[in-house]
């Protein structure tokens, strides 16, 4: 990948000398911008701009280790072809023309693809803008060479997105906002062959990159995606904002865990429970990024206890408000610390976080005391206090915060300062240039500013350094007989069958066709016992009045039988259960997503399966400690912690059945989906009491 | 209240001639933007900056309608007799040393408010920045006289604030930064005497004003502020931002009803089912106020169908998925539309919503044709379009949008458009001053530009105009004989008494102390039966195993009512209840709040209660349509519409008990809280199953 960072000399193949074309854009920014050797190819010229201009690939003297392709799509393959010939390791090709048009486009975006899986080249785009390295001053793009340059300034972001205006348009808006420097701007377009995977690797081992913030349109392998950050101990922070959640996919769902799963679903669960920040908002984005990679993880565990300087009130109790949203609080100041600030605020001020600043502002007006520096020493200082967050106005000299000794503090007591800041625009503008280049985040909205906050103090506890794995999950062997000639929806006897051979405890059963089985059954196990009707085809048996409950003695069991033979078609056979008592269900699932792979699901059962809608995906086969950590990430905690004086479940026995769940989806791909639902908590451990088994068409 | 905002002449007492004081500035503010006549008062001076200054108010050889008062806190007392003695209507209080230090200052505001009530003054304050009219130029405030009005330029937005940063240094934000002007800019301090609803009532009749936005610390006394709102016909916007959700009361919360109401929910509740919005951010509740002021309601109904153009497919699928969220949606484009617009569209692009128009704007580039106007007017004359957003870029020719062509299609179609706009810091800014200038709503962030647009057209349809409240509840008389001698925690069988008594439908219940009592009442109401413990005191049954459900025969009966016993203090009876089978739970709850007074509740019930947290509260005494307004608004809406094969609850059945309930809390004060947990929706309508009241200790 080094060939398209720092290239040593580079083909412009399709440049031009019309300032109205792409292709004089990408040359105009190359020779503002770049320091190595530049080859016009065009045989339409011999000169542009003074360099000489080659009339082919070949007619090149020298060997690009980089070629920007901007020409007609017809003309690509062939050109990239030309670069293969050349022996050019990398391409970028910024035209547009292929699979977002459909039709000829994708078919030779295809085309593209198999060149670079074939034949070695790596393939950037196409339909993108390339590449803005800040940091070594490089434009490899056809953005307007006019306008993104008059604000580029380096900086520590690093951003990877699916989208010309994130790149282009965007970057402008939030340099001339002076929101944050960037260092490497990556358009990867329709990721032809260089995808999100490649550049997470590029940019976690970039020593010039401090975070990485993504738009994805689309995720070509999520589960190497993980990988990778994994691999790289999670060492930097990315932030993705994925867009396209709401779109409604085609999925043919039989399961309610393919029902639940949607586009967004599976993804968002997965990069959450691997420490990857989630963003909703294109601006939000780059503000959890600058955020995440100025304030770096803290080595003391779990931060939430913020001490809130304010000069109003009103944006201390706002502010409280957004802390307790995001599972922060203020913080509990100890009483030498108010003692400490009782010095110099006015008598009848007692100093409780948040703390207001104005009265003592106020009261030593004109006297030289800088009452900002004196709290922050005070609260800094506190052992209770994990962070600070300063409110502040730039503008009016009595609220004035001196930045430079505000930064000497944070770092004295190594303790993030997170600031707000309202003002004149202009001295808004000064304050966040200067703050940034001390290295403290300051926001102009308080939401984001807690937002932001919470995110990086919360990735201090949980979201960074080695992932912890356990053990890969071996595959085991099961016996795979009872798979063998079924395919289509297998019943809920066939499917807990399998259930059961795979290793997962499942509730007593037996299948019968007459009333005497049943009831020599039931004699057995002892009533009450449940009985369910097992017909073809069918999943939904609850709707379908195919489950009697509550079963009490032979006489009620005997009537049972009738009436759900009289429901069902001729033959179809009953299945007659122990009746479980449990205090919680849960839902378990398997999914075989098209886009993903193997996924199982966790969530609330029961009745709380469609109303809490608390259900989370991982990605499968998972180890024991994911599958934990799944389990953890459900919302209901209190549901799972021992609720009405019930026991807590047992987290441990229930994230083995997910693993097993996987490994068996895993090893057989011939399964689409599994719902176990409800699997009941009852007092000898979890039991899988109903289960549905789907399997592929053919 | 005239007075206040436009006052013939004005007494500043504590003017003073040293520039470090507040006096000095009131006095400067005045000179620089107020025409009548001001009065100086300070017996230290004989003239301040020219003026004649007099040593008392007494002194004044004229009536001034307003004085402004600054002095200490001890002083103000006596300075507000005279004020009354020389017959002033209204003073504002802008020192500080009242209810915000406690002790001393409490007292002080105490008989400031006493003062008001008895001798007709109006007090404005104490500890507030009075006010700025930006319309009519007043500056009546302490504010630093060089800041603000280098920016003040008048607007729609009149705000009411419980904060001095609120009304200076936020407003210079604001302004300096473009994003709104203001019209009345109201600092009401500490209320001893005017307070929010008396700047309603004025501000829902001042014609300068479009749209009110508070910020409140304290609701004086909701009642009449919903009742102000809706007698002035809701004819405006109003938005609110409450600070401290987070604080938690020091309530007592016996009920299960009180341990939600919460300082926040009530309040909450009450002003979203009455229309009024409600802000969590300073600048966000801006913004919602800018925009339901330019965005008229819209007389079509719901309007949910969105049309997007873009200049960027990540932006439109980024506002896609944002629209959803907040229940919008993008517009299904009719043939007619899509064929107008393909006639300038590239042939290989279909005309899709959200509609990119960069490359058409790309393929005529040059041209002058002005793709946004057609694309905008293809747009706005669909019949299934309600609205237009535009994401466009300021600062890069080629994606130029025209403001007055964009404001004249949206006239001519009578359909609003919303503009998110990125681009170069001060390209924004001259934007954003000219689309205001032509009513057109611009945002730079483009969650908060679906966020307003979505307040904008869902209170189209729902928050303005008269109120449908039916008539009025009259409230019944109950026999009170059975409250007379009641106090501390009734128990169930007494409090079912009562609520049956009010004309709630009670579940069939026979108290006894002896087995064949329960016997023989279970033989005639027919098993299976409940029996529960009624225990002196005892609120949570459930929790103590007193409650025995599904008894089948005599023998269970006994052998329970024996368990019961045991369990119990000596004595203490039994209560016997024909079991209710029901397809849903519901809790209903009444609470005399401490502050909002008798409020009634809805909420699922059952195990629901304590997960789902889908209550709604009310203020009571309520018209039927305001409870069948509260059941509405609860979020599970799918359980109440039927749910797994369940009938739809009989909403209007329990809307009736909600009134009842609330005229019943009403007519006896002596009852603090009430909770129906469960009210049993079954085949026969809804039952209280289990009740418990809660009486004043005194």
């Known amino acids: 990948m080094e060939f398209f960072f720092h290239p040593q000399a580079i083909a412009v193949v399709g440049a031009t000398a019309n300032p109205a074309k792409g292709g004089y854009a990408i040359l105009q920014n190359l020779q503002n911008t770049y320091r190595g050797v530049v080859y016009p190819v065009n045989p339409r010229y011999d000169q542009i701009e003074g360099l000489t201009c080659y009339p082919s690939i070949h007619a090149i003297p020298g060997r690009p280790d980089l070629a920007i392709l901007f020409i007609s799509a017809e003309q690509i393959i062939t050109a990239v072809e030309d670069c293969i010939g050349k022996g050019i390791p990398g391409v970028i090709i910024e035209s547009g023309g292929f699979s977002e048009i459909g039709g000829d486009g994708t078919g030779m975006q295809s085309q593209l693809s198999l060149l670079a899986q074939k034949r070695g080249i790596r393939i950037w785009g196409p339909n993108c803008m390339g590449i803005v390295d800040a940091k070594a001053g490089h434009v490899f793009s056809f953005t307007d060479p006019r306008v993104l340059s008059r604000h580029l300034k380096p900086g520590p972001v690093s951003l990877v997105v699916q989208s010309g205006m994130l790149s282009a348009g965007f970057v402008v808006d939030l340099l001339s906002h002076e929101t944050s420097g960037f260092n490497k701007i990556c358009s990867i377009g329709n990721k032809a062959d260089v995808n999100e995977c490649d550049l997470l690797d590029y940019l976690m081992k970039d020593t010039d990159t401090g975070v990485i913030g993504f738009y994805l349109e689309s995720v070509v392998d999520l589960r190497r995606f993980i990988d990778i950050y994994e691999e790289n101990n ?85 502010a409280s408000d957004f802390m307790e949203e995001f599972g922060l609080q203020a913080a509990e100041l100890k009483e030498t610390t108010k003692s400490r600030m009782e010095t110099f605020f006015p008598s009848w001020m007692p100093a409780t976080n948040p703390v207001d600043v104005w009265p003592a502002m106020e009261q030593h007006s004109g006297k030289g005391l800088d009452i900002y520096a004196l709290a922050l020493e005070a609260v800094l200082q506190d052992p209770g206090v994990d962070a600070c967050m300063i409110h502040t106005f730039a503008g009016f000299t009595r609220v004035r915060l001196n930045l430079g000794e505000t930064a000497r503090l944070s770092r004295m007591w190594g303790k993030p300062v997170f600031i707000w ?102 004699e057995r196990i002892g009533y009450p016992v449940v009985l369910k009707g097992l017909e073809k085809g069918r999943i939904h048996k609850s709707e379908a009045g195919l489950i009697v409950l509550n079963i009490g003695n032979e006489g009620q069991l005997l009537r049972s039988f009738h009436e759900l033979n009289n429901k069902m078609s001729p033959e179809s056979p009953v299945l007659l259960q122990r009746q479980v008592k449990g205090h919680l269900e849960m839902i378990l699932g398997y999914l075989r997503d098209p886009q993903f792979g193997p996924c199982v699901m966790a969530g609330m059962g029961g009745i709380f399966a469609e109303t809490l809608n608390d259900t989370a995906f991982a990605l499968a086969p998972l180890t024991l400690p994911k599958a934990i950590r799944l389990i953890k990430s459900l919302k209901n905690q209190k549901l799972l912690n021992g609720f009405r004086g019930n026991p807590p479940v047992p987290v441990e026995e229930i994230a083995c059945c997910l ?40």
Chains 1, 2 share one sequence.
């Not at 999925?251 to 393919?258: G, I, K, W, Y």
């Not at 420490?275 to 909703?280: F, P, R």
């Not at 009872?482 to 997962?504: C, Q, R």
């Open 234 to 318: 999670r060492c930097k922070p990315v932030v993705i904002l994925k867009g396209g959640k709401s779109a409604t996919g085609a999925r043919a769902a039989l399961s309610h865990t393919a029902s639940l799963a949607g586009n967004h679903r599976i993804l968002s669960d997965v990069l959450t429970q691997s420490g990857i920040l989630l963003a909703h908002d294109f601006h939000q984005m780059v503000d959890l990024c600058r955020t995440v990679e100025m304030v770096k993880p803290l080595a003391t565990g779990p931060s939430r206890n913020i001490a809130v300087l304010t000069f109003s009130g009103a944006s201390g109790i706002v």
């Open 421 to 522: 800041v309202l003002g004149e625009r202009d001295k808004v503008l000064s304050f966040q240039i200067e703050a940034r280049s001390l290295g403290i985040p300051v926001y102009h909205e308080l939401y984001r500013a807690v937002e932001c906050m919470a995110a990086a103090l919360n990735r201090s506890s949980t979201g960074s350094g080695p992932a912890e794995n356990g053990e890969a999950a071996a595959l085991p062997c099961f016996p795979p007989d009872v798979l063998a000639d079924a395919k289509g929806i297998l019943n809920e006897y066939e499917a807990k069958s399998i259930l059961k051979e795979a290793g997962l405890p499942t509730v007593e059963e037996f299948r019968a066709e007459t009333a005497p089985e049943c009831a020599a059954f039931a």
């Open 659 to 698: 693993v097993i769940l996987g490994n068996l989806g895993t090893a057989f791909p011939a399964i689409r989906e599994i719902d176990i639902n409800p699997l009941v908590l009852s007092d000898a451990g979890p039991v899988v009491v109903d289960a549905t088994i789907i399997l592929k068409e053919s």
